[in-house]
């Protein structure tokens, strides 16, 4: 299936309240936004952490159905 991700929070939160620069942050988060193919939710998830290296806060997304 295919997901539009429209806005993700991530968790750049490192040990001892360490985290990555603002500009890392935003270029990170940027790239997250648009097209995933994923089986399901859960997955989606698990690609988007996979993809980054960072655990999802919260996601904004929208299935997009293949119906021509």
């Not at 500009?23 to 990170?28: C, E, L, P, R």
Request: charged letters at 30%.
């Amino acid at each position: 299936m295919q997901f539009q991700v429209d806005d993700i929070e991530l968790d750049f939160e490192m040990e001892d309240d360490v985290y990555p620069p603002e500009q890392t942050q935003h270029i990170v988060t940027e790239g997250c936004i648009g097209m995933w193919e994923a089986d399901d939710e859960e997955d989606l998830i698990e690609e988007i952490t996979n993809a980054t290296g960072w655990c999802v806060k919260s996601i904004d997304y929208r299935h997009v159905s293949n119906t021509y």
